[in-house]
């Protein structure tokens, strides 16, 4: 009689698309979140403890404590996500847990947005949506709402990733110039398809940009790399975009630069304190804020899902997890 393996048991810990959530009931022995209530520390420590793969999201902190709970059955975590600094990968590690996540399915909606909070914060776009709505707008006027042209600006790339380089293809094709600074310099055929302009120093590139993208990983070096300084290289007209993560710049020091018009602006779709959204920021006019929805369409959302099944999959089978991610690596 032939030996029926067993299905891993999966704890997902939010709410994912139907179809997504529907295979994993098909293949693994899945423990879903239908309320998509977020989990606490004390679930989390529970999730571990129980399961032999953990499904978490960007919302989840999964820090040396959660880990140190964890039973001896848990030996996949299975990120829904690019990003894993919310995973601490060193503790992971030591506890022989493997850590995979969805690299490259987000990186067209994500610089698809990054050019929306392009277009939208120098054209004041969500202060006419707001003037409208409010029913003070007394028609067509001269010097009504006048914001600034993008076509022959140039754009600062601070990380030129997959998602960089997808924003600065998208950059061209709207007049823009593109510039950028780089961990390290990206191989000169990209540099020559892009026509891009590499910047060993940041703080050079910052002073000389009309329009910055934050497009870079959140790691321990770049944690306020937009600090207080860099901040004060921008020209008074520049706009900041962060599509990445919001800690990476310090929002206390851009909010004085917007407040004061030292800036030109800002297009924000992460925060320092996600969910908490600094209420300081809230008060200005001269910011864009949409609520870190970078990756938020169906065919993105279930090509992550997708991802997932596969690592948990290939890893269960005792083949290679195809994103594993590998510590001090970043992707």
Same mark, same amino acid.
């Given at each position: 009689?032939?030996?029926?393996?067993?299905?891993? %048991?999966?704890?997902?810990?939010r709410?994912?698309?139907d179809?997504?959530?529907?295979?994993?009931?098909?293949?693994?022995?899945?423990?879903?979140?239908?309320?998509?209530?977020?989990?606490? $520390?004390?679930?989390?420590? /529970?999730?571990?403890?129980?399961?032999?793969?953990?499904?978490?999201?960007?919302?989840?902190?999964?820090?040396?404590?959660?880990?140190?709970?964890?039973?001896?059955?848990?030996?996949?975590?299975?990120?829904?996500?690019?990003?894993?600094?919310?995973?601490d990968? $060193?503790?992971?590690?030591? /506890?022989?847990?493997?850590?995979? %996540?969805?690299?490259?399915?987000l990186?067209?909606?994500?610089?698809?947005?990054?050019?929306?909070?392009?277009?939208a914060?120098p /054209?004041?776009?969500t202060?006419?949506?707001?003037?409208?709505?409010?029913?003070?707008?007394?028609?067509?006027?001269?010097?009504?709402?006048?914001?600034?042209?993008?076509?022959?600006? /140039?754009?600062?790339?601070?990380?030129?990733?997959?998602?960089?380089?997808?924003?600065?293809?998208?950059?061209?094709?709207?007049?823009?110039?593109?510039?950028?600074?780089?961990?390290?310099?990206?191989?000169?055929?990209i540099?020559?398809?892009?026509?891009?302009t590499?910047?060993?120093?940041?703080?050079?590139?910052? $002073?000389?940009?009309?329009i910055v993208?934050?497009?870079?990983?959140?790691?321990?070096?770049?944690?306020?790399?937009?600090?207080?300084?860099?901040?004060?290289?921008?020209?008074?007209?520049?706009?900041?975009?962060?599509?990445?993560?919001?800690e990476?710049?310090d929002?206390?020091?851009?909010?004085?630069?917007?407040?004061?018009?030292?800036?030109?602006?800002?297009?924000?779709?992460?925060?320092?304190?996600?969910?908490?959204?600094?209420p300081?920021?809230?008060?200005?006019d001269?910011?864009?804020?949409?609520?870190?929805?970078?990756?938020a369409?169906?065919a993105?959302?279930?090509?992550?899902?997708? =991802?997932?099944?596969?690592?948990? =999959?290939?890893?269960?089978?005792? %083949?290679?997890?195809?994103?594993?991610?590998?510590?001090?690596?970043t992707?």
């Amino acid at each position: 009689m032939a030996v029926i393996a067993r299905k891993p %048991n999966v704890v997902v810990t939010r709410k994912l698309p139907d179809a997504v959530e529907t295979r994993m009931m098909e293949l693994f022995q899945a423990r879903l979140n239908t309320g998509d209530q977020r989990f606490g $520390a004390a679930e989390l420590r /529970r999730a571990v403890a129980e399961a032999d793969v953990l499904v978490p999201t960007v919302t989840d902190t999964i820090d040396a404590d959660v880990i140190a709970a964890a039973g001896a059955m848990l030996k996949l975590i299975a990120n829904f996500g690019t990003g894993i600094d919310h995973i601490d990968l $060193a503790a992971a590690e030591a /506890r022989g847990i493997t850590v995979t %996540n969805t690299p490259g399915v987000l990186t067209e909606d994500t610089a698809d947005l990054a050019l929306a909070l392009m277009l939208a914060t120098p /054209r004041r776009i969500t202060e006419g949506e707001r003037l409208l709505r409010s029913g003070e707008w007394q028609g067509w006027a001269p010097t009504l709402l006048l914001g600034h042209r993008i076509a022959g600006q /140039r754009l600062g790339i601070l990380g030129m990733g997959r998602i960089g380089q997808a924003v600065a293809r998208r950059a061209r094709g709207f007049g823009l110039s593109i510039h950028y600074h780089n961990r390290k310099r990206v191989p000169e055929e990209i540099e020559q398809e892009l026509e891009a302009t590499y910047w060993e120093e940041l703080d050079q590139m910052l $002073a000389h940009m009309d329009i910055v993208s934050v497009n870079c990983p959140l790691t321990t070096e770049t944690h306020h790399m937009l600090n207080a300084e860099r901040l004060g290289t921008l020209q008074p007209h520049a706009v900041i975009i962060n599509t990445a993560r919001g800690e990476i710049i310090d929002e206390n020091a851009l909010y004085d630069l917007l407040k004061t018009h030292s800036i030109g602006g800002a297009g924000l779709d992460v925060f320092e304190n996600a969910p908490q959204v600094n209420p300081r920021l809230l008060t200005l006019d001269n910011v864009v804020l949409t609520p870190h929805i970078g990756s938020a369409t169906h065919a993105g959302r279930i090509a992550m899902g997708e =991802k997932v099944i596969i690592n948990i =999959k290939s890893f269960w089978d005792n %083949n290679p997890a195809p994103d594993r991610v590998i510590v001090g690596v970043t992707t």
